[in-house]
């Protein structure tokens, strides 16, 4: 039997709960590497859809894979025939030849990837994304805090991964130093940082091809 889908319940509702916080980061997304018409972009774990909207506008050409069908749902009824969605099973390979897309994106989706998989997550989305593309990658970040909003949103973070169930994956992520060291696990070198949200959340540009 597959396992159940932990956004059975809260994928309806949550853009209410979430965008208010992350719409921010998604624009700072689009400064840090400007989407090109033509090109091809995937967004792994891309969940109600939200993510890609922005890249639709730019006329990319998108792609999201996730492994909840409930959010794939909200995704599907958003994006309609403008986005090619596919539900994977967790650690399946992602559905695309090498060097098939110019940008690769995945936003607060490496905390909840088991531990021991992440590496390997990070890895086959370096495969799928052209040698000259980029990979950007968004998640939590635990290097210092800044200003009054860095520790109280790592308070409400923490309060936050408790209520939705993730606590333990946030827990590990968190011991392992976020993204830098698992890039490094992969094989991959960030090129560059961006710090957001108090310091709490970092967007993170990978080169897939890193010798
Ligand atoms: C916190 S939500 C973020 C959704 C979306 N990226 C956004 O920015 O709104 C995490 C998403 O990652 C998905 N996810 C978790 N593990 C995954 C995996 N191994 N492969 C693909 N998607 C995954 C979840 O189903 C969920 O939709």
């Not at 596919?86 to 559905?95: I, N, S, V």
């Not at 169930?165 to 698992?182: E, L, T």
């Amino acid at each position: 039997m597959p396992p159940s889908d932990p956004y059975r319940r809260s994928a309806r509702y949550y853009d209410r709960l979430v965008e208010p916080m992350q719409a921010g980061v998604r624009n700072v997304a689009l400064e840090v590497i400007p989407p090109q018409p033509g090109w091809r972009v995937l967004d792994v774990g891309c969940g109600t859809g939200t993510g890609l909207l922005p890249y639709v506008a730019a006329d990319c050409e998108v792609t999201g894979v996730d492994v909840s069908g409930a959010m794939l749902e909200q995704a599907a009824a958003r994006l309609g025939e403008r986005a090619d969605l596919h539900l994977l099973a967790a650690g399946e390979a992602l559905p695309a030849a090498d060097d098939h897309f110019d940008l690769s994106v995945t936003t607060m989706v490496l905390h909840e990837v088991p531990a021991e998989a992440r590496p390997a997550f990070l890895a086959e989305m370096a495969r799928v994304t052209k040698a000259e593309g980029r990979m950007l990658l968004i998640d939590f970040r635990f290097g210092s805090l800044r200003g009054w909003r860095g520790p109280a949103l790592r308070t409400a973070t923490a309060v936050m991964e408790r209520l939705s169930g993730h606590y333990s994956g946030y827990r590990s992520y968190k011991a392992s130093g976020g993204v830098p060291p698992i890039s490094a696990a992969a094989g991959l070198e960030v090129e560059r940082e961006k710090i957001v949200a108090g310091g709490n959340m970092a967007l993170y540009v990978v080169r897939p091809n890193t010798p």
